[in-house]
């Protein structure tokens, strides 16, 4: 399984950003996929999430902001970004389990998000 990230860059604080994960060689259709930001100095953490029944979870610090869309016919999972904060800022990284509970199994190589204040 192959996990590809592309999107992020460097924005204003208030601007937008759409990252998306592209999934290869995984049973899609039955996959969970989480998006993950590690800020500089800090660990890991989930942001968003999405079933493969299309449920989505957010951390507090996103709703009403971050929207995680997916995409089946194209196996791929999108994070819409808006109204960014300086705080946003790491890198994001895609993972994905083909199971419904569990660690995510797969994990893609991550792509930087910087937001300036």
């Known amino acids: 399984v192959q996990l590809v990230e592309s999107g992020g860059g460097l924005v204003q604080a208030g601007e937008s950003l759409r990252l998306s994960c592209v999934a290869s060689g995984a049973l899609f259709r039955v996959a969970a996929v989480g998006w993950y930001r590690q800020a500089p100095g800090h660990q890991r953490d989930l942001v968003a999430s999405?079933?493969?029944?299309?449920?989505?979870n957010y951390v507090d610090s996103v709703k009403a902001r971050f929207t995680i869309s997916r995409d089946n016919a194209k196996n791929a999972v999108h994070l819409q970004m808006d109204a960014l904060k300086p705080e946003d800022t790491g890198v994001y990284y895609c993972?994905?389990?083909?199971?419904?509970?569990?660690?995510?199994?797969?994990w893609g190589q991550g792509t930087q998000v910087t937001v300036s204040s």
């Open positions: 993972a994905l389990r083909e199971k419904p509970l569990g660690e995510y199994d797969y």
């Open positions: 999405i079933t493969s029944g299309g449920r989505t």
